[in-house]
């Protein structure tokens, strides 16, 4: 009866070491703090005026940045110039328009992107557009001129 208890504890101890050993699935864990998929994703938002007219099929835009939050002033210290991606899944706005085609060199533009916090310690990573909001100079002399009137 002892050799039966005793054989019933090492089976129980062998399932629980086995178990305890066996490696976490590679989906589960803690994500990556760099490269895709990682956390914490952080908000980089630019402010200025567009370079150059980009194409309708353009991949990425050039915007001269004169301001951004926290996490994008070593964009404004940055070589200006300076080049950010856009892609299909990037919004465009301008005066009702939705597409790339539609910004014009000189507009201002407000630009909103999406990256790992650990890529912005040292350096400036590439960035992939998320929005971008512009409006022409012109209409932002216009709105002056309104405001100069009252």
Known sequence: MKIKVVLTGLAV??????SALAAAPADKGKPPTTGAGCKPRIAVVLKGTLASTPGASATSISVTVKSGNHW????????QPTS???????????????????????DRVLVQARVCK?????K???????????????????????KDDD
């Open 118 to 122: 650990a890529d912005l310690a040292d």
């Open 124 to 146: 400036t990573p590439k960035l992939m557009a998320s929005k971008v909001i512009a409006q022409s100079s012109t209409a932002a002399k216009d709105d002056k001129d309104d």
């Open 84 to 106: 950010i991606n856009v892609d299909a899944n990037t919004k465009i706005r301008r005066q009702g328009q939705k597409t790339l085609a539609s910004l014009l060199s000189g």
């Open 13 to 18: 101890a062998g399932f629980a070491v086995s």
């Open 72 to 79: 994008g002033a070593a964009y404004v210290k940055a070589t």
